[in-house]
């Protein structure tokens, strides 16, 4: 790559999952640490915080009372899935990605971090739901794959065969 042209940047959605983990780790081993210190991409890593209200549900008596709560442990999930990420990256000599946590929906955070950033790729993990609960829950990846403005890769966890 020439001096000073600018590394393509790859988008990385990170959230509690072990699913999320397990993503980000196949990413890292795969595309980043072989090439140290010269990563191919220029990392970022997003988590999108849901927010309290979204995540309380249906609003009802005592509602107000509960957001505060509600928000302040979304607000240390995403503390500590950042802080996982961040361990993760040091761990594989993955230094200088950029973390990134925004308040929403998943899947338009996810969307719109690709548009700000001309993101040549997306990755996101798979929760493996099937057929009823990701018609219920909507799949950010499914969503992701018909909506992101680039490249999408979706890592699966192997099922472990017994």
Same mark, same amino acid.
């Given at each position: 790559?020439?001096?000073? !042209?600018?590394?393509?940047?790859?988008?990385?959605?990170?959230?509690?999952?072990?699913? #999320?983990?397990?993503? =980000?780790?196949?990413?890292?081993?795969?595309?980043?640490?072989?090439?140290?210190?010269?990563?191919?991409?220029?990392?970022?890593?997003?988590?999108?915080?849901?927010?309290?209200?979204?995540?309380?549900?249906?609003?009802?008596?005592?509602?107000? !009372?509960?957001?505060?709560?509600?928000?302040?442990? =979304?607000?240390?999930?995403?503390?500590?899935?950042? !802080?996982?990420?961040?361990? =993760?990256?040091?761990?594989? #000599?993955?230094?200088?990605?950029?973390?990134?946590?925004?308040?929403?929906?998943?899947?338009?955070?996810?969307?719109?971090?690709?548009?700000?950033?001309?993101? #040549?790729?997306?990755?996101?993990?798979?929760?493996?739901?099937?057929?009823?609960?990701?018609?219920?829950?909507?799949?950010?990846?499914?969503?992701?794959?018909?909506?992101?403005?680039?490249?999408?890769?979706?890592?699966?966890?192997?099922?472990?065969?017994?």
């Amino acid at each position: 790559m020439a001096t000073g !042209e600018e590394k393509p940047v790859m988008v990385v959605g990170v959230d509690e999952s072990e699913q #999320s983990t397990y993503a =980000l780790e196949w990413t890292l081993d795969r595309f980043f640490a072989p090439y140290a210190p010269n990563f191919p991409f220029k990392l970022i890593i997003v988590h999108a915080k849901p927010n309290a209200v979204s995540a309380v549900g249906l609003a009802g008596p005592g509602t107000a !009372e509960v957001v505060p709560y509600v928000d302040a442990d =979304l607000k240390h999930t995403a503390v500590k899935v950042i !802080e996982k990420a961040k361990a =993760l990256c040091l761990s594989k #000599s993955v230094h200088g990605a950029m973390m990134e946590v925004f308040e929403g929906d998943a899947r338009n955070i996810l969307c719109e971090v690709v548009d700000k950033h001309h993101a #040549s790729l997306l990755v996101v993990g798979s929760h493996g739901y099937g057929a009823i609960k990701r018609a219920v829950l909507g799949s950010v990846s499914d969503y992701c794959a018909h909506h992101a403005h680039c490249s999408v890769m979706i890592v699966k966890k192997p099922k472990i065969k017994v």
